[in-house]
């Protein structure tokens, strides 16, 4: 009933009633229900025989499925990807939101959606722009309109990983909030120089003046001071090298560079989100541990299922992992994202009232020389006790 609504995620059946994407299959065994059957007599020529006994299976409705998705909130998400993919004539966006502290999944739009009523026809522009179809071609264009990029898709995270790169810093000891540095708008890693945004460089500054400021030099160096072994024993603690284990088909896993391939140049491109690739939940899931105190929680949208007549089938429950970070680097962490609104580079997420944490990033698209970017926030609110997270992705804003 509500046509194009969260298409990705509810997910529609074949014309076998068969789950093809989405919830539909991740729950099919709870929701496909058994169908009835009537055995009766027949000759040899398939003609009912008159007044034989009948065998009769009743059909048994498949079970109601609750989630944690409130179509309020993806109604209005929806329409804010809508309004900034027209505007910034964006090739898609994103918006996933989701509570922090247990991994229930409010909001996931990925624009353009489509509508789960018809989901086998292809849009105009998309037949406009492909005149003649193979079957093949045809099919391989309705899997990419399914696709969900918040877990289906890679991309490299850019400046948002920084937050990653700060809480394995501040938990190994390596770094402290007062800890100066001086940036002249780049660093030279072996033989290659690695710019920051700012070209003239943000001079002498403390590490959080560094987080506020998004500055490459500032993590390059936090990154150096971890060194790869170090760091990869970080990536691996958090979690970010496996998948989140979310209720949809299709995860995609984290693209990291192997642990004995990652040179000083890697290790540096690595601790400001460049040279590898993540999905979107698998950041959300990273930065939600550590800013909710150290819990790695796995992110879902099934609560329970009932039977038709409202009795528990069964409540889900997921797996939860404690002390990935400490509570004093999820405080301190929490500290400086707040301060990157409240005064640093996300000073446009600021909303009067309210205390919000968060993260800008801009990162290139490969190949490079194409000049194509992703533009994405991660953000939370409250920034001291973190109820709601969210990411945005902007792919290839004009």
């Excluded at 014309?15 to 919830?23: F, V, Y």
């Excluded at 929490?334 to 993260?359: N, P, T």
Aim: aromatic share 8%; glycine share 10%; with cysteine.
């Amino acid at each position: 009933p509500l046509g194009e609504l969260a298409s990705k995620v509810l997910g529609f059946t074949g014309s076998d009633n068969q789950g093809i994407i989405g919830l539909e299959v991740a729950y099919e065994s709870y929701l496909k229900g058994t169908a009835g059957q009537i055995r009766t007599l027949t000759d040899a020529r398939g003609v009912e025989i008159e007044n034989a006994a009948e065998a009769r299976t009743e059909p048994v409705p498949g079970y109601d499925l609750y989630v944690s998705l409130d179509s309020n909130i993806q109604a209005y998400a929806q329409q804010a990807a809508e309004k900034v993919m027209e505007e910034k004539q964006a090739e898609r966006v994103s918006v996933l939101l989701m509570n922090p502290q247990n991994g229930e999944i409010y909001a996931m739009v990925n624009v353009p959606e489509f509508d789960l009523n018809d989901p086998f026809t292809l849009s105009e522009e998309t037949l406009d722009a492909h005149p003649s179809l193979t079957e093949k071609e045809r099919q391989d264009l309705l899997n990419q309109m399914w696709r969900n990029a918040c877990i289906n898709d890679t991309y490299e995270p850019g400046s948002t990983f920084k937050i990653i790169t700060a809480a394995a810093g501040l938990e190994a000891g390596v770094v402290s909030l007062e800890d100066r540095f001086s940036c002249p708008g780049f660093r030279i890693v072996e033989d290659r120089k690695i710019r920051c945004h700012k070209v003239g460089g943000h001079g002498g500054e403390t590490f959080l003046q560094g987080a506020m400021n998004s500055c490459n030099p500032v993590f390059i160096d936090v990154g150096q001071r971890l060194g790869a072994e170090r760091f990869y024993d970080y990536f691996q603690q958090f979690g970010l090298l496996g998948k989140t284990g979310i209720d949809l088909p299709g995860e995609a896993a984290t693209i990291m560079h192997k642990k004995e391939n990652m040179g000083l140049v890697e290790l540096a491109t690595v601790s400001f989100g460049q040279s590898f690739q993540i999905t979107p939940i698998q950041l959300v899931t990273t930065a939600s541990s550590i800013i909710n105190g150290g819990n790695r929680i796995t992110p879902h949208f099934a609560i329970k299922a009932e039977s038709r007549d409202g009795s528990l089938v069964r409540e889900f429950t997921y797996p939860v992992r404690e002390n990935v970070v400490s509570e004093e680097t999820s405080r301190t962490m929490r500290h400086i994202l707040e301060q990157v609104v409240a005064e640093g580079s996300g000073k446009r997420a600021k909303v009067d009232g309210f205390r919000i944490g968060g993260k800008t990033a801009t990162s290139e698209k490969l190949p490079r020389s194409r000049k194509k970017y992703i533009s994405s926030f991660l953000g939370f609110a409250p920034a001291d006790d973190p109820q709601v997270i969210a990411l945005i992705t902007i792919d290839e804003p004009v």
